[in-house]
């Protein structure tokens, strides 16, 4: 897997990597992270995955599944 660039944000650490024709966005908190393929066809240059990546809407999205996963993660721990 060949590491391109990290993304500024200040809740989460954003990666792009690109490995087997993909280009995989990764998001981390310190306990948690979410990753998604694409494929290197669905765009033009690396610049549009780095505009995707940075969208607000999408990021939004990012930020609410992590809200989710740390609920559910909470809500095993408390038994």
Do not use: C, G, V
Not at 35 to 59: N, P, R, V, W, Y
Not at 64 to 77: I, T, V
Request: charged residues 25%; proline residues 1%; hydrophobic residues 40%.
């Amino acid at each position: 897997m060949h590491f391109i660039k990290e993304i500024a944000h200040e809740s989460m650490r954003i990666s792009l990597f690109e490995w087997n024709s993909k280009y995989i966005l990764k998001f981390e908190t310190p306990e948690l992270e979410q990753s998604f393929k694409f494929s290197i066809m669905d765009f033009s240059d690396q610049k549009e995955i780095e505009e995707l990546a940075t969208s607000s809407s999408f990021q939004e999205t990012i930020i609410q599944n992590f809200k989710n996963m740390y609920e559910a993660m909470s809500q095993n721990l408390d038994h």
